[in-house]
């Protein structure tokens, strides 16, 4: 498996994301959207966008881990956001750098868009993995 990150001197360009990823390998891994709750659907970091994003993005490490794979071959994302705000971008923005047990989440593309979200989850990240 290979998976290339171009990040062409043009576009945006900050950590964690990247522009654009190009991938070969055996396994396509789909992960639905993962959410800040427990397995009982608790919802954890109530208000709070930072431990929102962490949590959201723990479960996405669970759910690409359960199909074999690792974070880092996670090749897009959609992160769905209830409100775009300065909160909403810090909390990202810290939590891509601190979410996998305080290491950075792997950089890789994404798309941020902001949608209505049931109850009191204010994030929701699905993602797509390529594993060898």
């Not at 208000?47 to 929102?52: A, K, L, M, S």
């Not at 300065?86 to 994404?110: C, N, R, S």
């Amino acid at each position: 498996m290979t998976i290339q990150h171009i990040n062409p001197p043009e576009l945006l360009s900050f950590p964690g994301l990247t522009q654009v990823v190009v991938a070969q390998g055996r396994k396509t891994v789909y992960i639905a959207g993962q959410v800040s709750c427990d397995k009982e659907y608790n919802v954890i970091g109530e208000g709070d966008y930072f431990t929102q994003f962490c949590n959201a993005l723990q479960n996405v490490r669970l759910a690409v881990e359960a199909a074999g794979g690792r974070p880092d071959q996670i090749v897009s994302s959609t992160v769905h956001v209830a409100a775009q705000s300065p909160e909403m971008l810090q909390g990202l923005t810290d939590a891509w750098a601190v979410a996998l047990d305080g290491k950075p989440f792997p950089a890789h593309a994404y798309s941020l868009i902001q949608v209505g979200l049931a109850g009191k989850v204010l994030v929701e990240i699905s993602a797509i993995a390529l594993l060898d």
